[in-house]
Nanobody, 124 residues
Framework: QVQLVESGGGSVQAGGSLRLSCVGI????????MAWFRQAPGKEREGVAGIYTGSSHTVYSDSVKGRFAISQDNAKTTLYLQMNDLKPEDTAMYYC?????????????????WGQGTQVTVSS
């Protein structure tokens, strides 16, 4: 059984920074890719940043490219998202996800593992 536990969310002003963490409990080292997703009220969930755990190749959505950085620790049990130059439109619940079987363009696809989420609120 795999559990993903996110932390690091909070409230910041525009231009500020936050660092999200996602600790994987269980066999997350078997996941080929992990990613951060977000969902704002009334909007669909979107992929923000993904990483292939073997090669550490990363992918980003256009909306966060150049401002966010995804990374993993050497043990590949903790996933991070460094968020800089935050904007009000970054306000959302952020979720960590790990692949069970499939990855597509750097993001877990199908029946993935999910964390409970951590709220990020950016005020102008």
């Amino acid at each position: 059984q795999v559990q993903l536990v996110e932390s690091g969310g909070g409230s910041v002003q525009a231009g500020g920074s936050l660092r999200l963490s996602c600790v994987g409990i269980g066999h997350t080292t078997r996941s080929d890719c992990m990613a951060w997703f977000r969902q704002a009220p009334g909007k669909e969930r979107e992929g923000v940043a993904g990483i292939y755990t073997g090669s550490s190749h990363t992918v980003y959505s256009d909306s966060v490219k150049g401002r966010f950085a995804i990374s993993q620790d050497n043990a590949k049990t903790t996933l991070y998202l460094q968020m800089n130059d935050l904007k009000p439109e970054d306000t959302a619940m952020y979720y960590c996800s790990a692949s069970k079987r499939y990855c597509r363009n750097g993001y877990p696809e199908g029946d993935n593992y999910w964390g409970q989420g951590t709220q990020v609120t950016v005020s102008s």
